[in-house]
């Protein structure tokens, strides 16, 4: 039997943009399916708690995932908009939240297709990489369509099967497994958080024999 990955994940997060391109390849070395497995951002699931009077986690958090990204070769700027509407004088989380929810259902739809990955990485580089305001005309809909997906047939889909039970179950999965950020990608209940730790979790499925030959 085919082992299995999962990888809690976010579009606000940096880190889970930066993760994407090595997930892809996960698939393609080890005999693995990669399982996307959308929550919230932090800034939803913890907004009365988040960052509150003191700016310097945010602002390291900036700071290390562009220093990552140029690390890693990879482009990186900071989202326009902003998939999560957030005052960064306060940290006040908008109640309105126009984006964040809708590309969370598309992550969910998207994995019940069986292409969750491949979504994730198109639409984190939209939004991460590429010049310009990614809710512009059909920008969203030409990314989605990279990962062999329609938008506006998922979007009906979405209307009609609420994703938020699923986004509410991987976040008391991703609980349970011991962690709280994204990424997190857990194999047979031992979660690696973090871009950074996809080698050590690349060793551990090398240890339990899945590596391609």
Do not use: C
């Not at 082992?3 to 390849?25: E, G, M, N, Q």
């Not at 497994?177 to 857990?186: K, L």
């Amino acid at each position: 039997m085919t082992a299995s990955v999962d990888v809690f994940w976010s579009f606000r997060s940096p880190y889970s943009y930066l993760v994407t391109p090595d997930l892809l390849k996960l698939r393609e070395d080890f005999d693995v399916e990669v399982h996307l497995r959308p929550v919230y951002p932090i800034a939803i699931r913890a907004k009365d708690s988040l960052f509150t009077g003191d700016r310097k986690p945010a602002q390291y958090i900036v700071k290390d995932s562009f220093r990552r990204a140029e690390f890693l070769g990879l482009p990186i700027k900071w989202p326009s908009p902003d998939p999560v509407v957030q005052n960064f004088e306060t940290f006040e989380v908008s109640e309105d939240q126009p984006h964040i929810f809708r590309l969370t259902g598309l992550g969910v739809e998207a994995e019940r297709r069986g292409k969750g990955i491949e979504l994730a990485r198109h639409v984190a580089h939209l939004i991460w990489a590429e010049d310009g305001t990614w809710t512009d005309g059909d920008r969203l809909a030409q990314a989605v369509a990279k990962a062999g997906l329609d938008l506006a047939d998922m979007e009906a889909a979405i209307a009609a099967n609420d994703p938020n039970p699923v986004v509410e179950a991987n976040q008391d999965a991703l609980e349970a497994a011991g962690h709280w950020g994204v990424p997190t990608m857990v194999y047979e209940d031992e979660p690696f958080f973090g871009q950074d730790r996809i080698d050590t979790l690349r060793w551990r499925l090398g240890m339990a024999g899945l590596q391609r030959a």
